[in-house]
């Protein structure tokens, strides 16, 4: 069964790979659906978004990366998807999430899986990292080499 993680993404984490990699196990094909949420101001730009979370994901081979153009539950009838997947690490995680899901499933019918998350990981947030990051601290333990980069990148350039 083919499920959809989605997500702003803003950069990709050590946390959102760990919940990609274990839905990987779970379900036959991961698709990783990048999208916008209006409510947010990103750091990258959603076509760097998207080159991010694909260099994050290279290693996995039933998982891929695509953009969403519109609701996320159009993306997942055009992606054949009936299932989204979801990281959840704290309560303030489950009510969001909770929202969300009812209206995914009153929308389309699409169900949601929510995976906790794991203890290493637990509680990073894309927003924490970016605002410790422009404070000069060091998240290379918490995402890959190359988003840090980009990070240290978009800082300078800031
Ligand atoms: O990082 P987030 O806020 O969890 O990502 C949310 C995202 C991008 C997955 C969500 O905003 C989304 O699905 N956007 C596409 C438009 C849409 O379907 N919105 C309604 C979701 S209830």
């Known amino acids: 069964m ?3 993680c ?5 950069p990709i984490t050590r946390g959102h790979l760990d919940i990609i990699s274990r839905a990987a196990e779970v379900f036959s094909e991961v698709v990783v659906a990048v999208g916008h949420n209006t409510t947010k101001n990103y750091l990258f730009d959603f076509g760097e978004r998207v080159e991010l979370a694909r260099d994050a994901i290279a290693n996995l081979e039933n998982v891929r ?3 969403i153009r519109g609701l996320l539950v159009d ?3 055009q992606h054949d998807a009936r299932v989204i997947v979801k990281g959840v690490r704290f309560g303030s995680d489950f009510d969001y ?3 969300m ?6 929308l389309s019918g699409i169900e949601t899986v929510l995976l906790p998350a794991g203890r290493e990981y637990g509680t990073i947030s894309s927003s924490m990292l970016r605002e410790v990051a422009h404070n000069g601290a060091d998240i290379s333990a918490f995402v890959t080499a190359k988003v840090n980069a980009a990070v240290l990148a978009k800082i300078a350039e800031n």
């Open 2 to 4: 083919r499920a959809v």
């Open 75 to 77: 993306f997942c009838r």
């Open 97 to 99: 999430e909770l929202q």
């Open 6 to 10: 989605p997500g702003s993404f803003d």
């Open 65 to 67: 990366v695509e953009p």
């Open 101 to 106: 899901s009812q209206l995914n499933r009153q």
